[in-house]
Nanobody
Framework: QVQLVESGGGLVQAGDSLRLSCAAS????????VGWFRQAPGKERDFVAV????????LHADSVKGRFTISRDNAKNTVYLQMNSLKPEDTAVYYC????????????????WGQGTQVTVSS
C-alpha cells in the first residue's frame, strides 16, 4: 500500500511559480507511476502530468505543456510538479496519485490518491 501527501500549494499571482511535492510512504514507491490531476470547483478531475516508474518518461497535458514539469526523486520517495507562468485558469485542488500502469492519463487507472493541495492564482 502507498500513502501520498501533497504539499506546496498556495495563493500566487498570475505569472508566478509554485512547486508541488507528493511525498509517499512505502518501500515500493519506485515501482509506481505517479500522476498529478487537478479539480476546479464544479468541474471534473483532469489529468495534468504523469511520470513513469522506470525510465522517467513523462507526459503532460496540452494545457500545461511548456509551463509545468513533473519529476521524481525515488531516493526521497517524492514526486514534484514545477509550475511556471501560472494562470488564473490553473486554479484548482491538485492531487497526486500512484498507478501500476505505465503512463496512465485516465483517473480510473490510479490505485492510490493523496488528499489534495489548493492552488489559487489571482489575476
Amino acid at each position: 500500500q502507498v500513502q501520498l501527501v501533497e504539499s506546496g500549494g498556495g495563493l500566487v499571482q498570475a505569472g508566478d511559480s509554485l512547486r508541488l511535492s507528493c511525498a509517499a510512504s512505502g518501500r515500493t514507491f519506485s515501482t509506481y507511476a505517479v500522476g498529478w490531476f487537478r479539480q476546479a470547483p464544479g468541474k471534473e478531475r483532469d489529468f495534468v502530468a504523469v511520470i513513469s516508474r522506470g525510465d522517467g518518461s513523462t507526459l503532460h497535458a496540452d494545457s500545461v505543456k511548456g509551463r509545468f514539469t513533473i519529476s521524481r526523486d525515488n531516493a526521497k520517495n517524492t514526486v514534484y510538479l514545477q509550475m511556471n507562468s501560472l494562470k488564473p485558469e490553473d486554479t484548482a485542488v491538485y492531487y497526486c496519485a500512484a498507478s501500476t500502469a505505465h503512463l496512465p492519463t485516465i483517473r480510473t487507472l490510479y490505485n492510490y490518491w493523496g488528499q489534495g493541495t489548493q492552488v489559487t492564482v489571482s489575476s
